[in-house]
Each structure stands twice: as structure tokens, then as C-alpha cells.
């Protein structure tokens, strides 16, 4: 249960903002976000000063990182909230509970929720409406909209790629795997690099699928996505390679298993047309050995950024269920928190 909390809460259900109140002209907000993507939305269009606390999970920008922390999804810490002062506090739309003591405080809240691009740009919008930088806030969606075109525009004439994004499985084990479905921003995501989602046909934003499920789907690249967590070379390594199991897909055959450690496509912020462009550098790379990303040593190397590739001659090694049960739960707890 808590792994298909992770999986399906990284792409969020889409819903309606509420009405927005514009923020008072005499009186400059005071802002907390509990999501990342949020908050880098806010930096983005000039509402960094107005940011007074964030989550635990904030990484960028840099100047977020010098924000009082307030905990995240699962431990929202009221009392430093409270304490804070907030006008506005920008929450998952899944905490109720906090969402009810906010309320009950005077405190005016913002539920945050999205599933697709344009349910990003639609919540960039409604963040500049209330806190007062309507303008900076359009200016924002129209550079993303540009570069998204952009990149559209650069792969029209090549061949889609049957792709395999996996939102979240085991670390160290082919297991519990967790794939972006048809609904939701990661599918759009793959189209717009030029791929073609293996499972754009499961009506969800993502399921778990079975191996076997996998085998019948020959996607010819699989891309995992580990947000937020730094791997070393040896760990890296040994996650990729697990793919040797299944050297009879067109992805393993062919060197092109990637992994996404880079936040830029796991957090729907401003960043994204960035990942997006990453994503469709890796898509459609020459497929020779080469290219497959590694070096003479046979050691792993950037193909892209915040990506790597592996090839399916190296092995891996196994990894205890205990350390393995450890790291899902940290896991979990990321993913769930990047928004």
C-alpha cells in the first residue's frame, strides 16, 4: 500500500483550484509550500521573498534551502507552521486534516493538485493571482509553452520510441514495478521527447505490472526515475543492470536503460521543458555500443543530464531484503513529497 502511495502520488490527481483571492496590495503575503514544485514556481515568477517556510524536500533553488523547514506530506509540523505566521500556505490536496487546523487558525489554504502540463500552468497561474504577480506568472507559462514547442518542433520526423518509464519499483529487485499509465503528465512527457508510452493504453497515471506484462510490451528504451536520490557508481550500476534478467527486450539488447536521479522531470515546475529536453537527448541517441554509455572500462557515463545508461554485459549484485525493505521506505517518502 504505502509503495502504490508513492507510485500513483508523484503524478497527482487533477481537480479544480479553488477561487483566488488576489493578495492585498498594503500587505506583502507570507507563503509556505509544502511541495517543491510549488515553491520553485514561486521563486520563478519573483515571489521568492514572500516564501517563508518550505518542506523538507526543497532542493532548489538555492535560496529555498534558507527557508525554515515545516516538514512535508506525511509530517506536516503545524506548530512550526503556526508559529511562521503564514497569510497563505500552499498544501497537497490530500491533507485534509492539516488543511481543517489551517482553516480553524484563520490561515487561508491553497490545495495543490495537478495531472497534466496544462493543470501546471493552470496552478503557476492561480499562484501569481494570489500572491500578486498575475503578469510574471503568465510570462512564465508562455516561456514553458515556447520551449515544450520547441522541442516538440525537434522531433517530429523520427521515429517514436516505445518507451517504458518506470515511476517506482524495489531498489535492488525487479519488483513492485510501478509504470507511468496513460493519464498524467509522464506520459505526456515521453510523447513530447518522441517517445510512445509501452502502457499509454492503461487509463491511470500509473500502475504496477508484472514482469511478464513487461516482456509482451518490447519497449526498445526504459527509463527509471529515482528522484532525489544521489546514487554512487556501484549502486548505479547494479540498478540498471538488474535489467539482465530480460536480455530478450529490444531496451536491454540494445544498451538503452536509463536512469533519471536529475529532479528536473519529476518535479512539474518551471524546470521541466529542461527535463523534457534531457529525456528526448537520451530517446534518440545513436544506438551503437559507443553510444550505449560506457567507457572502455565498462563503467557508466552521463549520456544525459541527470541521466545514465548501462550496458546488459555487467553484473549486479543482490541486495538484502532488509537494506532492501529500508530504502523503499525512504523512498516512498520522497516520491511522494516532490510533487
Known amino acids: 500500500m504505502v509503495r502504490r502511495l508513492a507510485a500513483l502520488l508523484v503524478v497527482a490527481s487533477v481537480g479544480a483550484w479553488p477561487p483566488i483571492r488576489i493578495a492585498s496590495a498594503t500587505q ?53 507552521i ?28 491553497l490545495p495543490y493538485h495537478h495531472g497534466s502540463i496544462a493543470d501546471i500552468y493552470d496552478t503557476i497561474r492561480s499562484l501569481g493571482t494570489a500572491v500578486g504577480r498575475a503578469a510574471e506568472a503568465e510570462a512564465l507559462v508562455r516561456r514553458m509553452q515556447t520551449e515544450i514547442a520547441d522541442i516538440t518542433a525537434g522531433v517530429p520526423g523520427q521515429r517514436r520510441v516505445p518507451t517504458l518509464f518506470v515511476v517506482s519499483r524495489d531498489p535492488g529487485a525487479l519488483r513492485h514495478v510501478y509504470v507511468a499509465g496513460g493519464q498524467g503528465f509522464l506520459n505526456e512527457l515521453v510523447e513530447i521527447a518522441g517517445g510512445e508510452n509501452v502502457f499509454g493504453d492503461i487509463a491511470r497515471p500509473a500502475a504496477e505490472v508484472s514482469i511478464e506484462t513487461i516482456l509482451t ?31 530478450v527486450l529490444p531496451a536491454v539488447r540494445s544498451h538503452r536503460v536509463f536512469e533519471i536521479t536529475d529532479d528536473r522531470l519529476a518535479i512539474p515546475g518551471p524546470r521541466l521543458p529542461d527535463g523534457i529536453r534531457a529525456l528526448a537527448s537520451a530517446l534518440h541517441q545513436e544506438t551503437t555500443r559507443a553510444g550505449a554509455g560506457t567507457s572502455d572500462r565498462g563503467s ?5 543530464a541527470g541521466m545514465c545508461a548501462w550496458p546488459p554485459s555487467t553484473p549486479h549484485r543482490r541486495t538484502s531484503t532488509r537494506r532492501r525493505s529500508s530504502q523503499t521506505v525512504r523512498r516512498t517518502q520522497r516520491s511522494v513529497s516532490l510533487g
Open 300 to 304: 557508466p557515463r552521463t549520456v544525459a
Open 217 to 247: 510490451r518490447r519497449p526498445e528504451a526504459i527509463v527509471e526515475l529515482w528522484p532525489n536520490r544521489s546514487l554512487d557508481q556501484t549502486t548505479r550500476a547494479s540498478e540498471i543492470a538488474l535489467w539482465n534478467a530480460l536480455p
Open 82 to 109: 503556526l508559529s511562521l505566521q503564514p497569510t497563505l500556505v500552499v498544501v497537497y490536496d490530500t491533507q485534509t486534516e492539516l488543511r481543517t487546523r489551517l482553516d480553524r487558525a484563520g490561515i487561508r489554504t
Open 28 to 80: 506583502p503575503p507570507r507563503v509556505i509550500s509544502l511541495i517543491p514544485a510549488v515553491t520553485e514556481m514561486l521563486f520563478a515568477i519573483g515571489a521568492g521573498a514572500d516564501v517563508v517556510g518550505v518542506s523538507t524536500f526543497d532542493r532548489f533553488p538555492v535560496e529555498a534551502t534558507t527557508r525554515p523547514k515545516v516538514g512535508a506530506l506525511l509530517n506536516p509540523d503545524v506548530e512550526r
